[in-house]
């Protein structure tokens, strides 16, 4: 029985993470959900109070893996609840392994593709996600391009900020094609990403 009920809150999950992405939280339908989970809207509220912690159960999971992904890419120092300046006010020292964390990006944007491209276009959670981002790579890259001006790199680790959250959702319409070509979807987040970096090199 308590089989039966996991599988049946899985499948409100998922239901809702395509709602939420075609619709957006606000217009999203909790009727529409229990239809497409094939449930009766009443029967939707016993798994979950409301919309924002039907929202909650389905992001939750999805910044658990990114969180998980930022450690296993950072030596295990920091994550998206480390306050980037209060760990530099502590002499503490990071690497970021960016073909790493792509190859992970990608792989979470594959299991949870709705709920990812949710994230991308939603302002309360892509900008949050955009200013931590900017901020660990300045971090990072700063302490590495002493040679360019810490304008330059502020500006350059927001633009591959963005560029890694759209990149990753946008990947997904090139499976094909990457198939095709026999190339790694991280591969070319990858490169992108570190494209944009290194013009800290050269733009001085």
């Given amino acids: 029985m308590q089989k039966l009920k996991e599988n049946i809150r899985q499948k409100i999950m998922q239901s809702a993470a395509a709602e939420f992405n075609e619709k957006g939280f606000d217009h999203a339908s909790m009727r529409r959900i229990a239809a497409q989970a094939e449930i009766t809207p009443g029967n939707i509220y016993r798994y979950f109070k409301n919309k924002k912690t039907l929202l909650t159960a389905v992001l939750q999971p999805i910044m658990t893996e990114i969180n ?68 660990a790579l300045y971090a990072y890259y700063g302490s590495r391009r002493k040679e360019a001006a810490p304008e330059l790199i502020k500006m350059l680790s927001s633009i591959a900020s963005i560029t890694l959250i759209d990149t990753v959702t946008e990947s997904l319409r090139y499976d094909a094609a990457c198939a095709k070509l026999h190339l790694d979807e991280s591969e070319v987040i990858y490169e992108c990403i570190t494209s944009i970096m290194n013009k800290g090199e050269t733009l001085v």
């Fill in 68 to 135: 998980r992904a930022l450690l296993e890419s950072t030596d295990g120092k920091i994550d998206m609840n480390t306050n980037i300046e209060d760990f530099l006010k502590k002499n503490e020292t990071f690497n970021i392994d960016v073909k790493k964390f792509s190859r992970k990006f990608v792989a979470i944007n594959h299991q949870y593709k709705d709920g990812m491209s949710f994230i991308a276009k939603e302002e309360a959670y892509r900008s949050p996600i955009h200013e931590w981002l900017s901020e």
